[in-house]
């Protein structure tokens, strides 16, 4: 992983995951794509982790592509690679999160903007601070979304908005951001208010959570009657195993559960 660029922290089965080019805003070049595909690459193969909580240190969250580094060639897109999930690296690093078996909050300040609002969108679930600033910011630059969020917007927000924001690139705050579905809620502090959630989260068995994260994630396309074939066959790799077993032990004994990974 590029450590300048991404660092993840692990306590309490949270994954405290946190873009560190707060110099730059968090703006992405090469070394921030590689850095983020790597955090996420490094995050699906943990079992000890049951919810990542993703954020910028510094003023932003992240200000999109460094338009510097973008006209020196380092656009991402050096490499029309895909991999198993069907994505090249700049649509790795936003619907990666939303591949990770387990839950990805964002927590959101400062500035989201183009690629920096797609990689937010790739979570499940965004938290943002009053005062966050929204754009899908390419046609500013004459470019298109191509970082994944259109898959990703689809099951978010009205079509017709979704056009006229991305038409104009206007800036939006927070408040619209909440009214159209890009964020789940605000917070003074979206970190903390992120970080209680995750908590929440991650006391429940992990292997229900991750069967309600890959039904969640079909839920948008797949034809129903698959559909209802995943709910029975999800519930069937639950149901009277061992995790199943000590949540009903702990709600009925009123005490902690203690889940196996």
């Not at 006209?71 to 619907?95: F, K």
């Not at 964002?106 to 929204?134: K, L």
């Not at 209680?196 to 839920?219: C, F, M, V, W, Y």
Request: charged share 25%.
């Amino acid at each position: 992983m590029t450590e300048d660029r991404v660092s993840i922290t692990v306590t309490n089965q949270i994954a405290d995951v946190r873009l560190t080019r707060a110099d730059k805003m968090n703006a992405i070049d090469p070394a921030m794509f590689e850095g983020i595909g790597a955090a996420i690459d490094s995050l699906a193969t943990r079992t000890d982790v049951r919810c990542v909580v993703l954020s910028g240190e510094g003023k932003a969250f992240c200000a999109g592509l460094d338009m510097a580094s973008m006209a020196a060639g380092g656009s991402g897109l050096s490499s029309r690679e895909r991999n198993d999930q069907g994505s090249i690296l700049p649509q790795h690093v936003t619907w990666g999160w939303r591949n990770l078996p387990m839950p990805v909050i964002a927590a959101v300040h400062g500035v989201a903007f183009g690629g920096g609002f797609q990689i937010m969108s790739g979570a499940d679930i965004r938290i943002a601070a009053p005062s966050t600033r929204f754009s899908i910011r390419e046609s500013y630059w004459g470019l298109v979304p191509d970082m994944a969020g259109w898959p990703i917007w689809r099951g978010l927000v009205r079509d017709d908005v979704l056009r006229e924001l991305a038409y104009t690139a206007r800036e939006f705050d927070a408040d619209e951001a909440l009214a159209h579905g890009f964020v789940t809620r605000i917070a003074d502090d979206p970190h903390a208010a992120a970080m209680e959630l995750a908590t929440a989260i991650a006391g429940r068995s992990p292997h229900a959570i991750r069967g309600i994260k890959r039904l969640a994630n079909a839920a948008h396309d797949m034809d129903p009657r698959a559909l209802l074939e995943m709910e029975t066959e999800e519930q069937v790799a639950v149901i009277g195993k061992p995790n199943m077993m000590e949540a009903v032990a702990a709600n009925m004994g009123k005490r902690a559960p203690t889940f196996q990974d």
